[in-house]
């Protein structure tokens, strides 16, 4: 069997324990080694044999599951965060259809919400915002047009824009003319890693900021209102708010 992981967004207790507990036992691990914490390794076998994706392509990667599985070995695939979000592992799993090789997902802890946990902010806070816009400018891979960044500012909803630091001064520029200058935004460098870097400002100031704290890769943006501190209380609590269930 074939185990897409997710590994989490860098502090290696962030894995799920189903996942950690697959790690431990599988005989083959083929791990992102640009993105994933190599400290994960210490939970697989001793005598597991090892891969580093970050050298290897597509056809690589498969042959390597291919040869695991016709010799019996359980593999552990392990992606960044949750592997459903900009994990690439479409092509992998199509691949295994074809070759008949059976294959599981696991979930991850995404470095969004990764994120949000180190800002202590949450993500669809009351009052600003009850949606959250996962995407990324376009760069080598294209963007739909309808899903430009222009076009999604338009809700104002919480944003978080994956693989796109090196574009930072354009995005905030581009953002700041639905948002506004002044609405808030950070940069989340390495969330939950030990040389995690988190900076905040507003769409006006941030590029300048991320280019002084020397952040131009493996970062994370966030733009809305939810990284304000004005906003509404949750019905949740309230005492004059009747739940179905509770």
Known sequence: MIYF?????????????????????????????????????????GEAK??????????EIIDAMKDAFEKGADVARLHTGDPS????IREQMEALDKLAIPYEVIPGVSSFS???????????????????????????TPVPEEES??????????????????????????????????APAAVVYKATWEDQKIVQGTLSDIAEKVKEAGICKTALILVGNFLSDEYDFSCLYNKTFSHEYR
């Open 85 to 88: 979000i900009y994990g690439a």
């Open 50 to 59: 090892i891969y580093n994706s970050a050298t290897m392509n597509l056809e």
């Open 5 to 45: 992981i997710g590994a989490g967004p860098g502090d290696v207790e962030l894995i799920t324990i189903k996942g950690k507990k697959l790690l431990e036992n599988c005989d083959v691990v083929i791990y992102a080694g640009s993105l994933v914490n190599p400290e994960l390794l210490k939970y697989a076998k």
């Open 149 to 182: 960044l222009d076009a999604l500012a338009k809700h104002k909803a919480t944003m978080a824009i994956f693989l796109s630091i090196n574009q930072i001064g354009k995005i905030a520029g581009d953002l700041a003319k639905v948002y506004g200058p002044d």
């Open 114 to 140: 990764a994120a949000g946990a180190v800002l202590k902010r949450e993500l669809t806070v009351p009052g600003q915002s009850q949606t959250i816009i996962l995407t990324r400018a376009e760069g080598r």
